[in-house]
């Protein structure tokens, strides 16, 4: 494999499991050095640290428990990869979650904890490491936003608003950095088989009456064409290209990766 991001520091959040940990591995593939986060049991973050620091060709990945609920901890995060690895040169803001509910029931705190968590933590990082980025001569921030970026879905308020004000962050952080070395994107994934994801499979087979097979198919990936999965290591590779050598031009695109889904 071409070592594309050999010399390269890294800082993937969410990534202890999921597209965080595909892009981390291979980001280390690739010859980055990376710096993970997430939550997870002690062991699941043990393995991740574990699969990633082999393909680093090191004993164990650094890892950052920041929450990103909370700014204070994002900035430790950021100063503890600068200090720890000597540089963030490529951001992934990465980490997510979900909650579906018609709005006039959705909790108060799950909209807020979404809104943050999914969206306000990619500003707060991005404020952190873009001076280290200028300063050193490159840079690449990719936001895991969603294909609920671009368009919308009944009862995930909260989730499509964070994922629409993700692409706006994006395209407004390029246009400041335009004329810098660094590079701002978006990537908007269809449904990825993911621990999140899979997670509303049975709950739509459930409400359906459906076998979760059929749930998959003619429910939760009723607006994805090609009715399969996308593959974590698929959205990998497209972050892969971001933060490579060859898309220095690539600043302020949101990319599908959807299966076809928004070209509907
Ligand atoms: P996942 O549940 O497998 O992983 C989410 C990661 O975020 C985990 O590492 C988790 O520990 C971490 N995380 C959650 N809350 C956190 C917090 N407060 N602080 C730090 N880390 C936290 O989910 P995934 O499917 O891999 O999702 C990753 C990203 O991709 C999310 O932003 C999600 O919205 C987006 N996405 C997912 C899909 C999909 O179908 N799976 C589609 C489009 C976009």
């Known amino acids: 494999m071409t070592k594309t991001l050999q010399g390269r520091v890294a800082l993937v959040t969410g990534s202890t499991s999921g597209i965080g940990l595909a892009i981390a591995l291979g980001f ?14 002690p062991e699941e973050i043990a393995a991740a640290r574990q699969a990633v620091g082999e ?3 090191s004993g164990e990945a650094p890892y950052s428990p920041a929450d990103m609920a909370k700014p204070e901890e994002i900035r430790a995060m950021v100063t503890a990869c600068e200090a720890e690895l000597g540089a ?19 909790p108060e705190d799950r909209f807020d904890r979404i809104v943050a968590i999914n969206f306000v933590s990619n500003f ?46 994006t395209k407004s952080v390029a ?3 335009a004329r810098s070395p ?35 198919t003619d429910y939760l990936l009723d607006r994805q064409p090609t009715k399969r999965w996308v593959e974590v290591e698929e959205v990998a590779e497209m972050a892969l290209y971001l933060c ?3 898309s220095g031009s690539v600043n302020g695109t949101a990319l599908s990766i959807d299966g076809g889904w928004t070209a509907q």
Do not use: W
Request: net charge positive.
């Open 124 to 169: 707060h990082a991005i404020k952190a490491a873009l001076p280290g980025m200028k300063a050193r001569g490159f840079g690449r921030i990719v936001n895991v936003a969603s294909a609920h970026g671009l368009v919308a879905s009944p009862y995930k308020t909260a989730y499509v608003a964070a994922k629409h004000a993700v692409v706006g962050l």
């Open 182 to 216: 660094v590079t701002c994107n978006a990537i908007c994934p269809g449904f990825v088989r993911t621990p999140l994801a899979e997670a509303q499979v049975k709950p739509l087979a459930d409400k359906h009456g459906v076998s979760e097979e059929a749930a998959l």
């Open 244 to 246: 490579g050598p060859n």
């Open 55 to 57: 393909a680093m060709g």
């Open 175 to 177: 246009l400041e950095i």
């Open 88 to 106: 963030c040169d490529i951001l992934v803001n990465n980490a997510g979650i979900q909650f579906v509910s018609p709005v006039e029931e959705f």
């Open 28 to 41: 280390a593939r690739a010859g980055a050095k990376v710096m993970l986060n997430g939550f997870g049991k």
